[in-house]
Structures are given as structure tokens and as C-alpha cells.
């Protein structure tokens, strides 16, 4: 079946800088990528999606990229701010969504 | 209000005793699913539904037990809680499997003594 694998699973980075997580999947038949961001004692809730017949979506500061040949896709957060910080899921359909561990950010003021 | 609604949000128990967390939508969304949330392990689905009366399992089902009897309520009952069954446990739900956005509830946490 279906397996995500999420990286960092921490990351701690410096106001304004830019936070950069990586997933791999290891179905090819994967078609589907959203990504939730959980903040510290709420609910997990999407903040960007792609899916597999384009390579890049942007959203202001978030982008999310897809290498299919390489099954694997990325989110991009640029220019991060304190409120940024929070547990971050990628995930992979196939059938049935499959979540990576998850990635906390922490944005140091 | 668009939401999924989860009840109790908080319990302590004791091994042994059945439990029903249940779970909620309003936005007549054919496909919901529960997941458990545990430190390092990420989202597990535990049990989905793709609709009324469709039910099936996810990667983590042993020890629970779902009905989807309507399309609104999708409870997960823990017949016989064990200890490991202590974490985090949310119930989402979308238009349909393959359309998008999960919607999730406020989440319950479990402690089974």
C-alpha cells in the first residue's frame, strides 16, 4: 500500500526566512497532494493542495511543488512569520489518503 | 455553521469499559472517516465510510468498531479500550473520498487507564 514519508520532523528557522518540507510517496498512482497545517491544540486544516497534472501551485507565501518521477513533493513557506509555527501533515491519495508523520515548525521572533 | 462536530472532546476511562465517541456533520458529505493522532506516528485512519452503510477499514482498525447508518453520524465505539488506545482521535469528513478538502472535527482525547 500506499507510504508517506515526511521530512524534517522538526524545523526551527528565523523570522522572514524561508521553511522548506519534504515527502515522499511510493505509490506512482498517487494523484492527489494536500497539505494541513495543525496549530498548537486545534484541529488539523488545508492550506494548499496539487494535484498530479501540475508541477507548482502557489498561494502567497505557501507553494507546494511535485517531482512525479521522483515521487516526491515539497511545501514552500516564504518569508515566515511567528504565526507560522505549527505541525505541518503532507499527504498522499490513492484510493484512501495517507498522511506523513508530520513536520513542527517553530518561527523564532 | 459548516462543521464536524465530536463528543466528549475529553475522557478518562477505564480498561474494559465501552465507549462511543460520536461524530457529527452538517454539510451532507457522503465520505467520513476517523483518524488517531499520536506523537511521531502522524494521522492513522482508523475506519472510513464512503457512504450510508459503507464502511471499511483503514490501517489501524483493531479494538474499534464504526456504523454509518446515517449520512450525518459516523461513531466510533471502542467496544474494549486498552490502554494503547489512549491518543488523540478525530473524525473528518469531505464531499467525497477523491474531491478535496478534509473537513475535521475539534478532536477527543482518550485516556484509558
Known amino acids: 500500500g500506499e507510504n508517506v514519508e515526511q521530512h524534517p520532523s522538526t524545523l526551527s528557522v528565523q523570522e522572514g526566512d524561508s521553511a522548506v518540507i519534504k515527502c515522499t510517496y511510493s505509490?506512482?498512482?498517487?494523484?492527489?497532494f494536500p497539505w494541513y497545517k495543525q496549530e498548537l491544540g486545534k484541529r488539523p486544516q488545508l492550506i494548499i493542495d496539487?494535484?498530479?497534472?501540475?508541477g507548482e501551485k502557489k498561494d502567497q507565501r505557501i507553494a507546494v511543488t511535485l517531482n512525479k518521477t521522483a515521487k516526491h513533493f515539497s511545501l514552500h513557506i516564504t518569508e515566515t512569520q511567528p504565526e507560522d509555527s505549527a505541525v505541518y501533515f503532507c499527504?498522499?491519495?490513492?484510493?484512501?489518503?495517507?498522511f506523513g508523520q508530520g513536520t513542527t515548525l517553530q518561527v523564532k521572533p | 455553521e459548516a462543521q464536524v462536530t465530536q463528543n466528549p472532546r475529553y475522557l478518562i476511562t477505564v480498561t474494559g469499559k465501552k465507549l462511543t465517541v460520536t461524530c457529527s456533520q452538517n454539510?451532507?458529505?457522503?465520505?467520513m472517516s476517523w483518524y488517531r493522532q499520536d506523537p511521531g506516528l502522524g494521522l492513522r485512519q482508523i475506519y472510513y465510510?464512503?457512504?450510508?452503510?459503507?464502511?471499511d477499514k483503514g490501517d489501524v482498525p483493531e479494538g474499534y468498531k464504526v456504523s454509518r447508518k446515517e449520512k450525518r453520524n459516523f461513531p466510533l465505539i471502542l467496544e474494549s479500550p486498552s490502554p494503547n488506545q489512549t491518543s488523540l482521535y478525530f473524525c473528518?469528513?469531505?464531499?467525497?473520498?477523491?474531491?478535496?478538502?478534509?473537513?475535521f472535527g475539534e478532536g477527543s482525547r482518550l485516556t484509558v487507564l
Open positions: 473528518a469528513s469531505s464531499l467525497t473520498v477523491d474531491t478535496g478538502e478534509l473537513f
Open positions: 465510510s464512503m457512504n450510508v452503510e459503507v464502511t
Open positions: 499527504a498522499a491519495y490513492t484510493g484512501k489518503l495517507i
Open positions: 454539510m451532507n458529505h457522503e465520505y
Open positions: 505509490d506512482s498512482a498517487s494523484n492527489y
Open positions: 496539487i494535484r498530479s497534472n501540475v
